[in-house]
């Protein structure tokens, strides 16, 4: 638990904003924003970030589906021929469509109106961030 001026505690921190000192254990970090791991003020809720998120760093930052659910070939082609099929209706030149469960994900992208392109990826990892502006 997150208190004030307890020597016991292993770790300080004074917020950037109210300034109040605070003690903390690693057990107190949350995943707080799209920065990274860390926790809320309890005197004026001012977003603490002690331990920044690397982002798309592999494989740190990645999830790895290849522990998912594993899918038959069977299964796979169900989902290649829901994307062809996704792919083909739409109206515009360019696009794409996407299934993803257990440890695979299918895409289909169509180009220039007339070409397709279907990608098979199996145990997959993945990672998502955001630009600031």
Same mark, same amino acid.
């Given at each position: 638990?997150?208190?004030?001026?307890?020597?016991?505690?292993?770790?300080?921190?004074?917020?950037?904003?109210?300034? !109040? #000192?605070?003690?903390?254990?690693?057990? *107190?970090?949350?995943?707080?924003? +799209?920065?990274?791991?860390?926790?809320?003020?309890? #005197?004026?809720?001012?977003?603490?970030?002690?331990?920044?998120?690397? $982002?798309?760093?592999?494989? +740190?930052?990645?999830?790895?589906?290849?522990? $998912? /659910? =594993?899918? !038959? *070939?069977?299964?796979?082609?169900? &989902?290649? *021929?829901?994307?062809?099929?996704?792919? #083909?209706?739409?109206?515009?030149?360019?696009? &794409? +469509?996407? =299934? /993803?469960?257990?440890? !695979?994900?299918?895409?289909?992208?169509?180009?220039?109106? =007339?070409?397709?392109?279907?990608?098979? /990826?199996?145990?997959?990892?993945? *990672? $998502? &961030?955001?630009?600031? +502006?």
């Amino acid at each position: 638990m997150i208190k004030k001026k307890n020597n016991n505690i292993e770790k300080e921190v004074t917020c950037p904003f109210c300034n !109040t #000192e605070f003690y903390y254990t690693e057990e *107190d970090l949350i995943d707080i924003n +799209e920065k990274g791991d860390g926790f809320i003020c309890p #005197e004026c809720g001012f977003d603490i970030v002690i331990r920044e998120r690397i $982002s798309c760093k592999f494989p +740190e930052s990645f999830f790895h589906f290849g522990e $998912s /659910a =594993i899918l !038959t *070939d069977e299964e796979t082609q169900k &989902y290649i *021929d829901e994307v062809k099929n996704r792919i #083909e209706r739409i109206k515009e030149d360019d696009g &794409y +469509e996407y =299934i /993803a469960t257990g440890d !695979t994900i299918v895409f289909g992208f169509k180009t220039e109106g =007339i070409y397709y392109d279907i990608y098979v /990826a199996k145990n997959y990892w993945t *990672d $998502s &961030y955001s630009i600031e +502006e």
